[in-house]
């Protein structure tokens, strides 16, 4: 009755809770319902590892749970997969640089040192004859091997080349790297490796080793080019390559870009034959007599002697009297001699020639010798024809020309 009395007071005290009380008592009108969203809001969630279960939940815990329920479903990506792969293969590395990033690692500016050491092979005198060069150290041996394998495939295939894409600035390790790229190009657009000195079965030597080998192996790749050049230079036209240097820097600074050669690569810009005639001197005189002549201080035959002049020695002077003046250095010859009979000097004639002859003789041969039928050659001419042809200008054929 106690217990009866109580709870009625509360009830008209509180009619709210009153009213709370008997929903939860009565079966089947959601009271249930309401002991389960109470108890959801209990649970936190899963607890971090190491976590005790006394411990309150952490608000970094919480701020990703929040975080990770609001990020699905994800955002769609800016551009799609197949336009990423089209906009990054155009900053993909190219082949080439795959190449050589190798060799630019081992390297490691190594063969760019100046190295002064003497470089003496019979095969970099064949080059420096053959092709205008002036290679005396391993390093510029080093630096201008790409360029001396182009020099050499230009004398055979003479527009396959572009020159504007070579780069003569030796001092850069990137010029380097350049001219073996381009050269690795031409090498394979004239097929280089299937020639019979350049297949496997004859040389282990290849092209795309060069960058990395030592200097023992380049030397012999070049004297296996060297091969190769002479079995095939007699069937094109000869090659003069300071010519052809002014051609290629030409063309090259008709394009734009000026061609600056190293010092080891003789480049002459103005041809010798356009150049005006030296003057000619008229004040030449030439020893006759056998027995030297003496130079004298002054026209007095008792004066200081300061030299002598040889038999055939070529002086300038000018004549006073008996006498003659020396013009490139002090002193006195006497040119008359008491006997009418010796001669001790004579007066120099030069030799006059035209612009268009220039400095060359023509070569004549007499009438007794069996190459007369070939009739007049001059030096250059006959330096520029190929071997068979000179052999028939040399047994007389009047079409040698056109053989």
Known sequence: ATTTTT?????????DKAAMTKARSLPGQGGEEDEEEENKDDVVGPLPLGARLDE???EKSEVTSDAGSTGWPPKPPLLRFKMRIQFGSRFRPSEHKKLFATVNQETDFAALEHRSSALQDRVVGWVNHSFALKLTTEFQFEVSFPTI???ILDAIYTRKINWREVDFRYQYKQALQNNYEVLDKIWHQVNMDKAREFRVENTDLRLENMPCSPLKDKLDFIK???RWYQM???NVDPYEP???RRVIAKQCLASGHMVQFPPWIIHEKKDPKMLPPAPVREDLWRIASKSPLQVKSSREPDSEVLGQKKYGEVFGAEKEGSWLK????PGWIQAESDDPNETLVLKEVPETTSPAEGACQTREIGAGSARSKGGKLSDEE???LPEFKRLGWYLGTNDYSSM
């Open 7 to 15: 709870a009625a007071a509360a009830t008209t005290d509180h009619p």
């Open 149 to 151: 394998v182009l020099f």
């Open 382 to 384: 006959y330096n520029k």
């Open 242 to 244: 300071l010519s052809r």
């Open 224 to 226: 296996v080019l060297q």
């Open 232 to 234: 095939r230079c007699h």
């Open 56 to 58: 309150e939940p952490d």
């Open 326 to 329: 020396l013009s490139d250095e």
